[in-house]
């Protein structure tokens, strides 16, 4: 999965100069937004028209992604795109302008990461017909293969937030459930005490290294399934079951 990557984007060595909102470059090519505030760039039409004096030798824009992986950040590198906003149809499309200013805006961002494909956005109704197009190009000269076409709602859901991503568990959670409910199963109560220690003992390691999202998780997972159990009011195993709810409860933490 794919995430935007800010972080990669400021440290590029066009930063200091050409950082700019992906907003910024539509209202001044198309007068309008159509992205979230969020997503900042790099002016690579900027740079060249500073540079050389001539805004048709790059691609419109580079921005930092990265693979979202168990939670972090892998391979960040810059996603050049081209916004093609105003095309009606694909007929005035430059197949060698285009390979030259991808090639262009490889060689401006040398020595940073750029990743392999580069995006061309279109408006929706065009965008269809440019994936046609593209794919037949593509018969013809193996770059193209390379070039990922789409609108803006494709492109919403080509790369995204990460911070409106789920957790991804380093546990099982599925299997932590299933221990619960076997030591249950073979041993009522005081079967599962003993392993429920063990995962408060793991959660607070846990929170001592700042993984307070793992903890939660596990911490979660076992609250349910305690939860799901019953006991007679006012008996032994129900005062015990509360006292094992209350060692588990701190671990379970808001993170909206």
Request: aromatic letters at 12%; a negative charge; proline letters at 3%.
């Amino acid at each position: 999965m794919l995430v935007f990557c800010p972080d990669y984007t400021q440290k590029s060595h066009l930063a200091p100069t050409y950082l700019s909102e992906l907003n910024a470059l539509c209202r001044r090519d198309y007068g309008r937004d159509y992205f979230a505030s969020s997503i900042i760039c790099l002016d690579l039409d900027g740079y060249e028209t500073q540079q050389s004096g001539n805004n048709d030798a790059t691609m419109d824009a580079a921005m930092g992604i990265a693979d979202w992986v168990h939670n972090h950040n892998s391979r960040e590198r810059h996603l050049l795109i081209e916004l093609r906003l105003d095309y009606k149809s694909t007929r005035n499309f430059d197949l060698s302008n285009m390979k030259r200013k991808v090639s262009h805006s490889r060689d401006i961002l040398n020595p940073e990461f750029v990743d392999d494909n580069a995006v061309f956005l279109f408006e929706t109704y065009v965008a269809s017909k440019a994936k046609h197009y593209f794919s037949r190009l593509a018969k013809q000269d193996p770059v193209v293969k390379t070039w990922v076409v789409m609108d803006v709602d494709g492109f919403n859901n080509y790369i995204f937030n990460c911070a409106s991503l789920p957790y991804e568990p380093e546990n099982n959670l599925n299997k932590i459930e299933e221990d619960l409910k076997n030591k249950f199963k073979n041993g009522s109560i005081d079967a599962i005490s003993g392993l429920v220690k063990y995962w408060v003992d793991q959660m607070q390691l846990y929170n001592l290294r700042y993984k307070q999202a793992e903890s939660n998780a596990i911490a979660s997972v076992i609250l349910s399934f305690l939860q799901s159990l019953s006991f007679p009011q006012g008996s032994i195993e129900s005062d015990y079951l509360a006292l094992i709810i209350e060692d588990v409860k701190p671990f379970v933490q808001d993170f909206s």
